[in-house]
């Protein structure tokens, strides 16, 4: 459930922050004249369209050296909302026991499956990765900390 909420609120905090389209002048959001297309031609005034997500994804792996993340022991895969490409790295300590960061590489993360409450005493398990993605609660000195979703 404080998975679900907090997926809600991240939602829609990122749906505020959208501008509001001008209807008046027959743009959305986004600045592209409704009839333009993917891959259509620059606007009028010399503007040319916004890039794609599949832009975005050919440029993040463009941008990844896949040799270098290999030695590191990491993997190229898409991840996020948009798709985009990064170096995932393991880390050594993956799934140990821990009380707090001091104890991981990464971040110590609540068992998924554990519903108590926020500030509550638990023990976690240090993360798999290096990914930012997904949904958790962090253990913090010993105790849950806010569960947040990062996408």
């Known amino acids: 459930m404080r998975v679900l909420l907090a997926t809600l609120a991240v939602t829609f905090s990122l749906a505020a922050c959208a501008r509001p389209s001008d209807e008046a002048s027959g743009e959305d959001p986004r600045g592209v004249a409704p009839e333009a297309e993917v ?3 620059p606007r009028t005034g010399g503007e040319s369209m916004p890039k ?3 832009d975005f994804r050919a440029e993040s792996l463009a941008a990844i050296d896949k040799e270098a993340c290999a030695a590191k022991g990491g993997e190229v895969r898409q991840e996020g909302i948009l798709g985009g490409y990064r170096c995932t790295v393991p880390y050594a300590d993956a799934g140990k026991a821990c009380a707090g960061k001091a104890d991981c590489e990464g971040k110590c993360l609540a068992p998924p499956e554990l519903e108590a409450e926020t ?3 638990a023990t976690g398990a240090c993360q798999a990765n290096d990914s930012p993605f997904g949904c958790y609660a962090e253990i913090i ?3 849950i900390a806010e569960a947040i979703c990062v996408d």
Do not use: L, P, S, V
């Open 39 to 41: 891959g259509a031609e």
């Open 52 to 54: 794609t997500i599949d």
């Open 119 to 121: 500030g509550a005493a």
């Open 141 to 143: 000195d010993g105790k």
